[in-house]
């Protein structure tokens, strides 16, 4: 019982569509019709910098995209708000910069999350506090110091803050449990730095780096979504579709009520 002392909260899993909605209203719509089925609490949609749309094409998880191809229209964002409001579903919006208020509209989203390749840009993160909601900080490409650094920056902003762990520095071609290993030091480490102001982002195909999170008291995780494995995606090669997301939140409920019934 002592390994698993840390789970105190049920998983909360929030999902993100990213740009893997491919430009396409007609698969978008689909995406959030299995959002409602699947009785997700957030999503988010993703904007990245202004400079990535310029590109003819870009290198991503699943293969050569179309950069333009992968801008949400107003159109879209309009649609995601509505719908998923309509279902109770709190939207968020994954950002680099604020090139994403040219689509948003009247729209007010519930909760922010900055990615990794802006995570320490100070000045971005005090212009979207001006939204008075949640920010979630990715740490993909930050070090243990640069972390507990930035830490000490934010705090000073008195915003709603929390980090995101999600390790896009680790050799790949390693030994996956050696992965794991890594990953659950950092976290370790970064939880008793930053107060267990921390959550996990999946970047992984397998599940194991989300149990070893929820077991050392994480229970907040971000996962990217898609709706047909047939296509191919920005985010191919750590989504998940339906079947395989209701498996992770079964098994990721399972140890909860195991633990409890114990």
């Known amino acids: 019982m002592k390994s698993f002392k840390n789970i105190i909260y049920k998983p909360d899993i929030i999902l993100e569509i990213g740009v893997n909605h491919l430009g396409s209203t007609i698969y ?22 202004k400079n990535f749309y310029i590109n003819d094409k ?6 050569t995209f179309d950069p333009k191809k992968l801008l949400y229209t107003k159109n879209q964002v309009d649609y995601t708000f509505r719908v998923l409001k309509e279902h109770n579903i709190k939207v968020g919006i994954a950002l680099c910069d604020t090139s994403f208020k040219d689509y948003l509209g009247k729209n007010i989203p519930d909760f922010f999350k900055i990615l990794s390749y802006s995570y320490d840009d ?17 740490l993909g490409l930050a070090s243990i110091k640069s972390a507990i650094k930035l830490n000490k920056q934010i705090k000073k902003l008195n915003i709603n803050y929390t980090f995101v762990y999600t390790n896009l520095k680790i050799n790949r071609d ?8 890594l990953e659950n030091n950092e976290i370790k480490i970064l939880k008793r730095k930053l107060m267990n102001n921390i959550v996990y982002g999946q970047h992984h195909r397998n599940n194991m780096p989300i149990y070893q999170g929820y077991i050392n008291g994480i229970n907040e995780f971000f996962v990217y979504y898609i709706s047909d494995r047939k296509k191919k995606h920005p985010d191919q090669n750590h989504s998940y579709d339906k079947n395989s997301f209701k498996y992770l939140l079964d098994e990721l409920n399972n140890i909860y009520k195991d633990i409890k019934i114990k």
């Open 174 to 181: 390693i030994p996956f449990n050696k992965i794991i290993d």
């Open 122 to 138: 100070i000045d971005l993160i005090k212009q979207i506090s001006k939204y008075k909601k949640k920010i979630y900080i990715s």
């Open 58 to 63: 870009v290198n991503l998880d699943g293969g």
């Open 28 to 49: 978008l719509k689909k995406i959030i019709d299995d959002i409602k089925i699947l009785k997700i609490k957030r999503v988010t949609i993703q904007f990245r910098d």
